[in-house]
């Protein structure tokens, strides 16, 4: 397993932008595909973004497509979610995860490790 902690998030008005890191404990991160998810008040946990271990794959939820961006750079154990045109509707506390293929991450979600969970609030 590889220990994960999140870092970026805070306050920004709606049509503002932040970057989200992931940073992953080990020497094993190019091991793993990682994603992020977001778990708003009161609302189950969904699937954000996810990128493959080599960064060849990448997937998007419909409702942040064209305005997030996921890349990793495995020579600092980190992946990045590059958040634009931010909306209300995305306040949430955004996770990040870590699973041995996003297939498994999509239908297995429990089954990887996770980070502690860093609040992005969007004010409209």
């Known amino acids: 397993q590889v220990q994960l902690v999140e870092s970026g998030g805070g306050l920004v008005q709606a049509g503002g932008s932040l970057r989200l890191s992931c940073a992953a404990s080990?020497?094993?991160?190019?091991?793993?595909?990682m994603g992020w998810f977001r778990q708003a008040p009161g609302k189950e946990r969904e699937f954000v973004a996810a990128?493959?271990?080599?960064?060849?794959?990448?997937y998007y939820a419909d409702s942040v497509k064209g305005r997030f961006t996921i890349s990793r750079d495995n020579g600092k154990n980190t992946v990045y979610l590059q958040m634009n045109s931010l909306k209300p509707e995305d306040t949430a506390v955004y996770y990040c995860?870590?699973?041995?293929?996003?297939?498994?991450?999509?239908?297995?979600?429990?089954?990887?490790?996770w980070g502690q969970g860093t609040q992005v609030t969007v004010s409209s």
């Open positions: 995860s870590s699973s041995s293929s996003i297939a498994t991450m999509r239908e297995f979600p429990d089954s990887g490790s």
């Open positions: 080990g020497r094993t991160f190019s091991s793993y595909a």
């Open positions: 990128i493959s271990r080599s960064g060849g794959n990448i």
